[in-house]
Nanobody, 124 residues
């Protein structure tokens, strides 16, 4: 049984950092594509960052240069380091996993496994 458990969300002031963790079980983060998505109230879920098995990454334009996705193979955990946070980054953040190709990585429908989400709130 695959489980993805996010943690690390919370409230932070604009400009501050926050790190999200996604602890995986039943799936190997090294051999699968791992992604972070977010969904703000009244908006569609959007792709934020993707980490592929070979180590290449992809980011949404809105977070490039501020967010970094990484993994710890020994802990079977994926991270999202978020710096220079903005109020528009406020959303529920979700971890996702699956065999996903780069061309469809931003589509939520392409991902098989999801975590329960962790809330990030950025105040101005």
């Amino acid at each position: 049984q695959v489980q993805l458990v996010e943690s690390g969300g919370g409230s932070v002031q604009a400009g501050g950092p926050l790190r999200l963790d996604c602890a995986a079980s039943g799936i190997n983060v090294r051999s699968n594509s791992m992604g972070w998505f977010r969904q703000a109230p009244g908006k569609e879920r959007e792709g934020v960052a993707t980490l592929y098995p070979l180590g290449d990454t992809n980011y949404a334009d809105s977070v490039k240069g501020r967010f970094t996705i990484s993994r710890d193979n020994a802990r079977n955990t994926v991270y999202l380091q978020m710096n220079s946070l903005k109020p528009e980054d406020t959303a529920m953040y979700y971890c996702a996993a699956g065999r996903v190709l780069s061309g469809v990585a931003l589509l939520p429908s392409a991902w098989r496994y999801w975590g329960q989400g962790t809330q990030v709130t950025v105040s101005s």
